[in-house]
């Protein structure tokens, strides 16, 4: 079944945007009578459309539905050529995660400029969009935006902070030292070029733990989906 997110004014008042109104009337051609999931506010609805022009869909009962993670999740991800955080967007949001923040580092070889950077927010934000519907979670991750690794914003740390360290990958026994269940999580992905060791001395000052992701060294979109499986498993065993 379909599945959009959408604001609930009433239970017979649904406003969706513009882009999911045209898939509903023009792709998916539905008529009177066929019935939607909606997400609104993290909860889940069946709904039924009452009318296509203009299009009203009413709800016809909630939908009980624990897809999501029990703790925050944050994902700090240093921007990395090509497609490649398309890639790493869409996996950590079907992976449960609550934020992302997309890094510049020392060694990152892309780089925004600032007229730009709105542009691309929004073009993350909606592939984070449709992974959400696409993995049936009840929230959208929110983009924090793109920051300076020397600059980190409060609003990305968590209870627990952790940096993935290649340096650390022989020590799979102290991989996520600490873990807490029930603690928020951040955990930061370097660039292709990984981290200076000022960049990784700063970062522990800062709280960072480090920690491995295996013994072998991980392509930078590879490991943030790794320790997201990681993480995922560890929290929903
Ligand atoms: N400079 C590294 C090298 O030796 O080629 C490559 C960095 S790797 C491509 C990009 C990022 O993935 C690293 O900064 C780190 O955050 C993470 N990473 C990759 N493999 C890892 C591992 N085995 N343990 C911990 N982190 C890893």
Do not use: W
Not at 147 to 161: A, C, G, Q, R, Y
Not at 223 to 231: F, G, M, W
């Amino acid at each position: 079944m379909q599945r959009y997110f959408a604001k609930l004014i009433d239970s017979e008042h649904i406003k969706f945007e513009p882009e999911d109104e045209h898939h509903i009337l023009h792709v998916m051609r539905m008529k009177v009578g066929d019935e939607i999931e909606v997400v609104a506010d993290g909860t889940l609805y069946l709904c039924a459309i009452k009318s296509t022009n203009p299009l009203c869909v009413y709800t016809i009962h909630e939908i009980a539905s624990d897809v999501e993670l029990n703790v925050d999740v944050t994902l700090l991800f240093a921007l990395t050529k090509g497609d490649r955080t398309d890639l790493v967007v869409q996996k950590a949001t079907e992976l449960g995660v609550k934020k992302i923040a997309l890094i510049q580092s020392e060694r990152t070889v892309v780089r925004y400029e600032e007229k730009d950077i709105a542009k691309k927010c929004a073009r993350y934000q909606k592939i984070m969009k449709e992974a959400s519907e696409q993995s049936h979670r009840l929230v959208v991750p929110e983009l924090l935006g793109i920051f300076n690794l020397k600059k980190l914003p409060h609003e990305v740390f968590s209870d627990l902070n952790y940096v993935g360290y290649e340096k650390d990958a022989n020590d799979v026994n102290g991989m996520f030292a600490n873990f807490d269940k029930n603690k928020s999580i951040t955990i930061l992905i370097g660039p292709e070029g990984g981290f200076s060791e000022e960049e990784i001395n700063a970062l522990v000052k800062q709280g960072f733990i480090r920690t491995s992701l295996g013994k072998r060294i991980l392509r930078a979109e590879t490991a943030a989906i790794y320790a997201l499986s990681v993480i995922g498993y560890l929290l929903e065993r």
